[in-house]
T-cell receptor, first 116, second 115 residues
Framework: AQKVTQAQTEISVVEKEDVTLDCVYE???????LFWYKQPPSGELVFLIR??????QNEISGRYSWNFQKSTSSFNFTITASQVVDSAVYFC?????????????FGQGTELSVKP | ETGVTQTPRHLVMGMTNKKSLKCEQH?????MYWYKQSAKKPLELMFV???????ENNSVPSRFSPECPNSSHLFLHLHTLQPEDSALYLC??????????????FGPGTRLTVL
């Protein structure tokens, strides 16, 4: 069965703190894709990153970094030096290659609040 | 217009009304999706269209009726909804390939309230 778990429902930090959002997934496929999306209060889901199961290299994009570890089925997201504009709900998602048409399984989301 | 647009952004309707949600993608994609996001619940996939053909109906009640006249437009026709159908309805599009999935890009959503 495919499943995505984001155990942290809400996180509150003060500006400039580093924060890590956890994501654990379950799949029986050997080929799959993992995603992170950001949903600000406006509602639109903004694509942040896509990773395929064969690429375990960590990625850094500005203040954002992602740690993909197949051994623990985790795809964690770290924001360095958080800012108030980072306040949003963040979703981790999984798609299996055998699902033609790109069915995404979303986690419950983590609501991040960054206070000034 | 760029990306994925949705209209209206907000909609209030009675249980006996008929209304439609519209989604348009300007990305040249060939797959479109409807999702429902209720408060405190994860996103639920409702429908998937690939090359204008419906490829997935995730056990959605018949009071929701999708229509995809071409690869750029997707509608969700609403009829005799229930208050529990109040939610944010999100549209997405992607360039679906043979080898699996491609990234889905989302619109801003329609916030629906059923009275």
């Amino acid at each position: 069965a495919q499943k995505v778990t984001q155990a942290q429902t809400e996180i509150s930090v003060v500006e400039k703190e580093d924060v890590t959002l956890d994501c654990v997934y379950e799949t029986r496929d050997t080929t799959y894709y993992l995603f992170w999306y950001k949903q600000p209060p406006s509602g639109e889901l903004v694509f942040l990153i896509r990773r395929n199961s064969f690429d375990e290299q960590n990625e850094i994009s500005g203040r954002y970094s992602w740690n993909f570890q197949k051994s623990t089925s985790s795809f964690n997201f770290t924001i360095t030096a958080s800012q108030v504009v980072d306040s949003a709900v963040y979703f981790c998602a999984l798609s299996e290659a055998r699902n033609q048409g790109g069915k995404l399984i979303f986690g419950q989301g983590t609501e991040l609040s960054v206070k000034p | 217009e760029t990306g994925v647009t949705q209209t209206p952004r907000h909609l209030v309707m009675g249980m006996t009304n008929k209304k439609s949600l519209k989604c348009e993608q300007h990305l040249g994609h060939n797959a479109m999706y409807w999702y429902k996001q209720s408060a405190k619940k994860p996103l639920e996939l409702m429908f998937v269209y690939n090359f204008k053909e419906q490829t997935e109906n995730n056990s959605v009640p018949s009071r929701f009726s999708p229509e995809c006249p071409n690869s750029s437009h997707l509608f969700l026709h609403l009829h005799t909804l229930q208050p529990e159908d109040s939610a944010l309805y999100l549209c997405a599009s992607s360039q679906a390939g043979l080898a699996g999935t491609d990234t889905q890009y989302f619109g801003p959503g329609t916030r629906l309230t059923v009275l």
